[in-house]
């Protein structure tokens, strides 16, 4: 039985972060993207991405900035030999694969800064279109408009910065 997939079909989520911090009187908003990994052909892959944005009091509009894994599961495996432990393949291609967005992460976690979530992460799908421009680093503005819906629903506060 052959299926055809089409470009509408969800064929994985992301996630998106929104956290806040103050410094003296600047308000800053960091918005994180982070979508999967996809495979969309044989021979095709998107690798894992991460859209970050840090907006502020002096600067309320930036443009995204996309990050990209510098490789994938598939590529991962093709140099390992069969005697490799699967547990360090499985460590390995972890950490080869989230190392991109670990500066990132322990900024936000990182006390010191004084992060704060902005209500709760968000999951929204992704589509076959979606991972297509995403693989050629075009900014994926369809999943932004389900996170602002979402984030509509969710009762986030209307604007990014605090008026």
């Known amino acids: 039985m052959t299926t055809t997939a089409t470009a509408t079909e969800v064929i994985g989520h992301a996630l998106y972060i929104e956290a806040e911090r103050y410094s003296g009187t600047t308000q800053y908003i960091t918005q994180i993207l982070v979508t999967p ?6 021979d095709v892959t998107a690798n894992m991405a991460m859209y970050r944005r840090r907006l ?3 600067e309320p509009r930036k443009t995204w ?7 994938n599961v598939k590529r991962a495996h093709e140099g390992m030999s069969s005697l490799t432990v699967p547990s360090l393949i499985k460590e390995s291609v972890c950490d080869d694969m989230l190392n991109f967005i670990k500066s990132t992460l322990t900024t936000l976690t990182d006390p010191a ?3 704060r979530l902005v209500k709760q992460p968000i999951v929204v799908e992704v589509t076959r279109a979606d991972m297509s421009d995403i693989r ?4 994926p503005y369809k999943i932004f408009g ?3 819906k979402s984030r509509k629903k969710l009762g986030f506060p209307e604007g990014f910065l605090a008026s």
Do not use: A, D, I, M
């Not at 990994?37 to 044989?42: A, D, G, R, Y």
């Not at 996309?66 to 490789?71: D, E, G, Q």
């Not at 050629?136 to 900014?139: E, I, N, R, S």
């Open 37 to 42: 990994e996809t495979v969309l052909s044989t």
């Open 65 to 71: 900035r996309h990050y990209s894994s510098p490789t």
């Open 146 to 148: 389900r996170v602002w």
């Open 56 to 58: 502020s009091t002096h």
């Open 113 to 115: 800064n004084s992060y």
């Open 136 to 139: 050629l680093g075009k900014t």
